[in-house]
């Protein structure tokens, strides 16, 4: 079965940092393009960051001002996100997200989520 | 940036045709993918490349793209169907990005 489980998160205060995991199975991780997308509270879907295969290629939302790194390593089919100088416009649900093979465009295959919540 | 813009929501009574759109200049130039999103889950693609749908989405779920607007229609809408629904592309014009819609709250009346 593809799935991708998301773990890491949690009540972090302003300024802090965290770093989010996922953990990949069922399919070739190494082959893939990865994303992360996140959800505010109520809110709507806003893309954070993309990693190629090989980690050729590395592209990240602009209002994430350099804050944020992404990461994967293939022998542990598992993908990163470094988070440093959270603010509370960050509390989100935090997804994983596997792009199309063909052309990385969208996103087919995603983990169940986890919380992020920035909070003095 | 590119900006994408959905109704923020849409109502109908079940077994009618609902029609979400997703405006966006020049998108019928670009690939676009819709998501459905209910209440506490992930979100699943519906239709990717504008019009294709992935196995097990019944075929009552369609997709254009033309011009300035996508269109998510959905024919004979169940109870079932009550979702959020996000329209998306990936812009590379300048650089790479993803880019969402606001979404669009569909209620089945």
């Known amino acids: 079965e593809v799935q991708l489980v998301e773990s890491g998160g949690g009540l972090v205060k302003p300024g802090g940092s965290l770093r989010l995991s996922c953990a990949a199975s069922g399919f070739t991780f190494s082959i893939y393009n990865m994303n992360w997308v996140r959800q505010a509270p109520g809110k709507g879907l806003e893309w954070v960051s993309s990693i190629t295969a090989s980690s050729s290629y590395i592209y990240y939302a602009d209002s994430l001002k350099g804050r944020f790194t992404i990461s994967r390593d293939d022998a542990k089919n598992s993908l990163f996100l470094q988070m440093n100088s959270l603010t509370a416009e960050d509390t989100a649900v935090y997804y994983c997200?596997?792009?199309?093979?063909?052309?990385?465009?969208?996103?087919?295959?995603w983990g169940q989520g986890t919380l992020v919540t920035v909070s003095s | 940036s590119y900006v994408l813009t959905q109704p923020p929501s849409v109502s109908l009574a079940p077994g009618k045709t609902a029609r979400i759109t997703c405006e966006g200049n020049?998108?019928?130039?670009?690939?676009v993918h819709w998501y459905q999103q209910k209440p506490g889950q992930a979100p699943v693609v519906i239709i990717y490349?504008?019009?294709d749908r992935p196995s097990g989405i019944p075929e009552r779920f369609s997709g254009s793209n033309s011009g300035n607007t996508a269109t998510l229609t959905i024919s004979r809408v169940e109870a079932g169907d009550e979702a959020d629904y996000y329209c998306q592309v990936w812009d590379s014009s300048i650089d790479h990005r993803g880019i969402f819609g606001g979404g669009t709250k569909l209620t089945v009346l």
């Open positions: 020049n998108i019928g130039s670009k690939s």
């Open positions: 490349y504008d019009t």
């Open positions: 997200a596997r792009a199309d093979y063909t052309s990385g465009s969208y996103f087919n295959v």
